[in-house]
C-alpha cells in the first residue's frame, strides 16, 4: 500500500493547479486520470488559445444555488495572480474581448506551465489509472483501490470537472462519489450550450444559417433575469454564438421564452415612421440598409409586408409593428445540444455541504471538491477557467 498526503483525482485544469500548488507546499501529492492525455479541455479551449481567465472576474459572473459561495476563493486567488504566474513562465497573451485573456501561442503552454509547476512540487502523476473504489476510513482518511495498485491517503481532492464532451474523458464519477457520502446534488445540465426549435418552427429562419450579428439577449425576471449585449450566430437547427452560449445558462424552465433584440443600437420603429417623411425608397431597400439583407428579407417575410411598396405608401401601424418585431423577438426554444457541444456543467455537487473557505466537504472530513464539479458556473470568457485556479488554490492553501 503506498501512502501520500494527498490524493487529487482529476488532471485537468483545478486538478492540476492544486495538485503543482499543494506540492509546493511541502505535501507528497499523488495526481490520478483515467484518460491519456492530461488537460484535454484545456487544450480545445478558446479555439486552441485558452482563454486561461478574464481580467474582471468576480462573483456576479457565476451561477450557483449559492452566489456567495465562490466569493472567498475568488477574492484569494485573483486573475492577476494567475497572470502573474502566466508572466512568470513567460508566456505571451492578449486581451480578445471584454477582459477575455488568451495566449499568443497555444493551450499547449498552459498545460506545460501547469505541467512544470506540478514538476516543481515533486507531484506523482500516475496516468491513464482508474480508481474503482474509494473507503473512507473509520480513523479519518482515504483508502483507494486503482489500477496502479492500493493507496492510502487523509485527504482525497476530487478536481474531475463537469459532464461535457464526453469523448475527451468527462465522467459522473465525482458526482456519483459525492452522493454515495451523502452529499447534495444540484441536478447538472448542459450549459454554454447552443440551443435549438422544433423543425417546423424553425424552417423560416433555417435560410439564415451563418448570419451573425451582434443582439441583446434576455431571459427570465428579477434577480434570476440574465441579459448579454453579445454577437448572435443563426445555425441549422437553431441558435449559437456568445449571446446564446450565455444566456443558455440561465434558463432555468424549459418552456422559458427568450427576448431577443437583433438591433439595440436602432430604434426601428420610431426611425421608419421619420424616414418616411423624407424618403421614396422602397420599404426594402430602406429597412435593408439598417440590417444585414439576409435578416430585413426574412423579417419583412414574417410581417408579410411588400419590400417593393414605396416607403410613404406604407402604414405607420405597419412600420411600426415591423420595427417591434425586430427589437421583441420571442421565441421558444426546444431544447439544446446537450453534453456534446455544452462548454460547462451547470449544477454539480452542492455548496451547502463544502466550506467556502476550503472547499472541504462538511460531510467527510479530508475530502474535497473543486473545479466544474461543484455548483459554481462562470459566464463564457475565461470565468471557468478562473473559478478552477481559485477554488484549487483554496484548497491547497487548506490542506
Ligand atoms: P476538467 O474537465 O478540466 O478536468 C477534469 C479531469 O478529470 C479530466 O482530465 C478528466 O479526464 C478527469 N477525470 C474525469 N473523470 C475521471 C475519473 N473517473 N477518474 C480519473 N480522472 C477523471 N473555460 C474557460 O474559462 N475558458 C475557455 O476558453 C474555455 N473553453 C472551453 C472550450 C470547450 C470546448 C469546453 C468543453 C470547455 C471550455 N471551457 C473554457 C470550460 C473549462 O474547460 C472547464 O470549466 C475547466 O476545464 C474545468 O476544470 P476542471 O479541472 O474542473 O475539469
Known amino acids: 500500500m503506498q501512502a501520500f498526503d494527498a490524493v487529487v483525482v482529476g488532471a485537468g485544469a483545478a486538478g492540476l493547479f492544486c495538485a503543482g500548488q499543494a506540492g509546493q507546499r511541502g505535501l507528497r501529492i499523488l495526481l490520478i486520470d483515467h484518460a491519456a492525455r492530461l488537460g484535454e479541455k484545456i487544450r480545445i479551449s478558446g479555439g486552441g488559445r485558452c482563454n486561461f481567465t478574464n481580467r474582471e472576474a468576480g462573483p456576479a459572473n457565476f451561477l450557483s444555488e449559492n452566489p456567495a459561495f465562490c466569493r472567498s476563493a475568488l477574492a484569494r486567488y485573483t486573475p492577476a495572480d494567475f497572470i502573474k504566474l502566466v508572466q512568470g513562465h513567460g508566456i505571451a497573451f492578449h486581451e480578445k474581448h471584454k477582459g477575455q485573456l488568451f ?3 497555444s493551450s499547449e503552454q498552459i498545460i506545460q506551465m501547469l505541467l512544470n509547476e506540478c514538476e516543481a512540487g515533486g507531484v506523482t502523476r500516475w496516468q491513464p489509472c482508474t480508481v474503482a473504489d474509494v473507503h473512507p476510513l473509520p480513523e479519518g482518511g482515504f483508502d483507494l483501490d486503482t489500477s496502479h495498485g492500493p493507496v492510502r491517503t487523509p485527504r482525497l481532492v476530487v478536481a474531475t470537472g463537469g459532464l461535457p464532451v464526453p469523448k475527451i474523458g468527462a465522467s459522473d464519477w465525482g458526482l456519483r462519489l459525492a452522493k454515495r457520502l451523502d452529499h447534495a446534488i444540484v441536478e447538472p445540465r448542459p450549459a454554454l450550450v447552443p440551443l435549438t426549435f422544433d423543425a417546423d418552427a424553425w424552417a423560416p429562419f433555417a435560410a439564415l444559417a451563418g448570419l451573425s450579428l451582434p443582439v441583446e ?3 427570465g425576471s428579477g434577480k434570476a433575469r440574465g ?3 453579445e454577437d448572435l450566430l443563426f445555425t441549422h437547427r437553431g441558435l ?5 452560449l450565455q444566456i443558455s445558462s440561465y434558463r432555468t424552465a424549459s418552456d422559458q421564452p427568450l427576448q431577443i433584440n437583433l438591433a439595440p443600437e436602432l430604434q426601428l420603429d420610431k426611425e421608419l415612421i421619420e424616414a418616411k417623411a423624407a424618403s421614396r425608397r422602397q420599404l426594402g431597400n430602406e429597412f435593408g440598409a439598417r440590417l444585414p439583407q439576409r435578416l430585413a428579407a426574412a423579417w419583412l417575410e414574417r410581417a408579410k409586408l411588400d419590400a417593393s411598396r414605396p416607403l410613404p405608401e406604407c402604414r405607420d401601424a405597419d412600420l411600426q409593428r415591423l420595427g417591434r418585431s425586430v427589437h421583441d423577438w420571442q421565441l421558444m426554444p426546444s431544447g439544446d445540444e446537450g453534453w456534446r457541444k455544452a462548454e460547462v456543467m451547470r449544477g454539480g455537487v452542492s455548496t451547502r455541504d463544502l466550506s ?3 472547499l472541504e466537504s462538511r460531510r467527510v472530513p479530508g475530502l ?5 464539479v ?3 458556473t462562470g459566464w463564457l470568457g475565461g470565468y471557468n477557467f478562473q473559478w478552477a485556479w481559485a477554488s484549487a488554490a483554496a484548497c491547497a492553501q487548506a490542506m
Open 103 to 105: 495566449c499568443d501561442g
Open 356 to 358: 467556502s473557505q476550503t
Open 368 to 372: 474535497y471538491f473543486i473545479g466544474e
Open 227 to 229: 441579459r448579454f449585449l
Open 374 to 376: 461543484v455548483d459554481v
Open 240 to 244: 449559437s454564438g456568445p449571446a446564446i
Open 217 to 219: 439577449v434576455s431571459v
